[in-house]
Nanobody, 124 residues
Framework: QVQLVESGGGLVQAGGSLRLSCAAS????????MGWFRQAPGKEREFVAG????????YYADSVKGRFTVSRDDAKNTAYLQMNSLKPEDTAVYYC?????????????????WGQGTQVTVSS
């Protein structure tokens, strides 16, 4: 089992940047694939970016490709989401999530562990 805690959200103007962190505790962090998701009011939770176990491969939603960068530091048990060129439509609660299977999933239902979420608000 792993526990996840996000941080780094806030209010930023359009075009600005934020870096979200997801600190993990519990079982070995490297045993988990990590995903970042977001949910805006009245909308379904959607995939943003992700990494998989034992690989440098990263995955992105088309809406954030080229603007967001996902990374992880297994030695620090932390995953990151660097968000640049933010747009008002990026406003949402952002969640990090983990699963212990091999492979990559965009479906949030495949993730077993979730953080509490952090609010990101981008003003125009």
């Amino acid at each position: 089992q792993v526990q996840l805690v996000e941080s780094g959200g806030g209010l930023v103007q359009a075009g600005g940047s934020l870096r979200l962190s997801c600190a993990a505790s519990g079982r070995t962090f490297s045993s988990y694939a990590m995903g970042w998701f977001r949910q805006a009011p009245g909308k379904e939770r959607e995939f943003v970016a992700g990494t998989i176990r034992l690989s440098a491969s990263t995955y992105y939603a088309d809406s954030v490709k080229g603007r967001f960068t996902v990374s992880r530091d297994d030695a620090k048990n932390t995953a990151y989401l660097q968000m640049n060129s933010l747009k008002p439509e990026d406003t949402a609660v952002y969640y990090c999530a983990a699963h212990s299977n091999f492979g990559f999933y965009r479906d949030y239902k495949r993730y077993n562990y979730w953080g509490q979420g952090t609010q990101v608000t981008v003003s125009s």
